[in-house]
């Protein structure tokens, strides 16, 4: 073993120290500032005391709405190698089974079906996305709620009033922080979601305002995903552990287990340790009046939901030209500069890669006219034909471009420039999808899965959500049919 240098160590710790206290003393120079709200407890009174009744008609329709695209987000991508995995890894471990598995015909106790729901529901990239700040809110919330509820009998009237609450806490704490926190290389559907799933187990479990801060507590200090691991099974990892991390944390605090009472806004707390800047006015200002519920979008399109505008201006120009991949010479596409920090994938080699890469996105949506789940899978990213369409895309960057917003042209071998810009793209909040729509893709999603009648009979459930006797009947319509 080397000899240890105590001089050097000695000389480095002096450094250390004669620094830390210049930095202290520049720091006792500037003006003091106003401590923090106490947003763990304005957050807390709020997720144990907001009364059904106060939930204006149009945050519930919109709730019924997240619901029902969650739902089948999680029954189409229940198949996959990723909640596959999972199963098969967890199963031997789990506890009494408490709670289905969408799409699955395996039960699990309710803290491995929330991961395991909540695995299935973003594999796809296919769920809700509130574009504030590119959160996956029903996630992390409704897969914590769905198998909570089969093994806690709810009603329904609770079970949605708790979607809502959850939903609002993970998106004003993701407004406060956001885009900073996110471009640390956090994945914030997982870092806020946590505190969603939280809030909505602790308001089913009725947790006075001081367990649920607790609850907010012990959220705090489990925050999970990391953008590195976009392209991977992981990423869908981030809300299955943002849903079971929250429920544990509302059952341990019902229970009496104890955390910080400022554990999101004080000194070396969670807005401090996850982000440069914090804005708790995001948090408070119109709390329990104004819904980002009411804000929340649906994905027309299986993949990132910054590509969406590129994919529809693609669709547009090819079903308005009859476009053949074969008569494009070069496409030149212009979009907002987080594009390329979120899909910049330019060469994917896998369906879960191809889901970030713009390049991908627009070539797939060119060739085929479709960007459903099957237009990122492995076969679709290795399509000669769209492999060789990405090879012909040129893209670039302007900040003038918004985030809903794309610009394309298309030239073609004989010498035409065909040109379509997207204001806004579809399925964006000015441009959403209908309730029409969503059914739509609700069947589209569960079919191969589901029985016909038994998935028209978890539609009508999802509908019908907030007048149902008993919500566990949600997930238990969702199972499949044992053969």
């Not at 789940?373 to 670039?396: E, K, M």
Request: hydrophobic residues 45%.
């Amino acid at each position: 073993m080397a000899a240890i240098d105590r001089r050097g160590l000695f000389r480095a710790t002096a450094a250390l120290t004669t620094g830390l206290a210049a930095s202290a003393e520049a720091h006792a120079a500037d003006p003091p500032r106003q401590p923090p709200p106490p947003i763990t407890h304005i957050i807390a009174r709020y997720a144990a005391t907001a009364p059904v009744a106060q939930v204006p008609d149009a945050v519930r329709h919109q709730a019924t709405r997240t619901l029902l695209n969650w739902v089948g987000c999680a029954v189409g991508g229940s198949r996959q190698p990723a909640p596959t995995h999972a199963v098969a890894a967890l199963r031997p471990f789990s506890g009494p089974k408490q709670a289905s598995l969408f799409g699955r015909t395996e039960r699990l106790d309710a803290l491995h079906a929330a991961l395991v729901n909540g695995i299935s529901s973003h594999v796809l990239d296919f769920d809700d996305t509130h574009l504030k700040t590119i959160i996956h809110p029903a996630g992390p919330v409704a897969s914590a709620l769905t198998a909570f509820a089969e093994y806690r009998p709810v009603s329904g009237e609770e079970f949605m009033n708790a979607l809502v609450i959850g939903c609002e806490i993970e998106c004003r704490i993701g407004n406060a922080v956001y885009p900073e926190h996110y471009a640390m290389g956090w994945h914030i559907t997982g870092t806020t979601g946590v505190f969603g799933a939280a809030a909505a187990i602790g308001r089913l479990l009725h947790l006075d305002e001081q367990r649920m801060a607790w609850a907010l507590g012990l959220a705090a200090s489990q925050p999970v995903g990391l953008k590195v691991q976009f392209g991977t099974d992981t990423k869908s990892f981030h809300p299955g552990r943002a849903a079971q991390n929250g429920m544990l944390s509302a059952l341990l605090s019902e229970v009496g287990y104890t955390a910080s009472a400022v554990a999101i806004e004080g000194v070396d707390g969670w807005g401090q340790a996850l982000s440069t800047r914090h804005d708790w006015s995001q948090i408070t200002d119109g709390l329990g009046s104004r819904y980002e519920l009411a804000l929340n979008t649906y994905k027309p399109f299986a993949c990132g939901i910054v590509a969406h505008p590129a994919i529809d201006a693609a669709i547009q120009l090819r079903d308005a030209h009859a476009l053949h991949p074969a008569d494009i010479r070069s496409v030149a596409l212009r979009v907002n500069p987080l594009v390329l920090n979120l899909m910049g994938k330019m060469a994917p080699q896998t369906g879960l890669e191809g889901k970030f890469s713009i390049t991908h996105a627009t070539a797939v949506a060119l060739v085929t006219g479709r960007a459903g789940a099957p237009a990122f899978t492995d076969a679709a990213v290795r399509d000669p034909a769209v492999v060789a369409a990405r090879g012909r895309i040129a893209v670039a960057t302007d900040a003038a471009i918004q985030k809903d917003q794309a610009d394309l042209t298309v030239t073609l071998l004989d010498g035409r420039r065909l040109h379509r810009f997207i204001r806004h793209a579809v399925g964006s909040q000015d441009n959403p999808m209908t309730d029409a729509q969503l059914a739509d893709k609700f069947d589209g999603l569960a079919d191969g899965i589901l029985p016909p009648d038994r998935a028209r009979h978890l539609m009508q459930l999802c509908q019908d959500a907030w007048t149902l006797p008993d919500a566990g009947a949600i997930g238990r319509a969702g199972a499949a049919v044992v053969a």
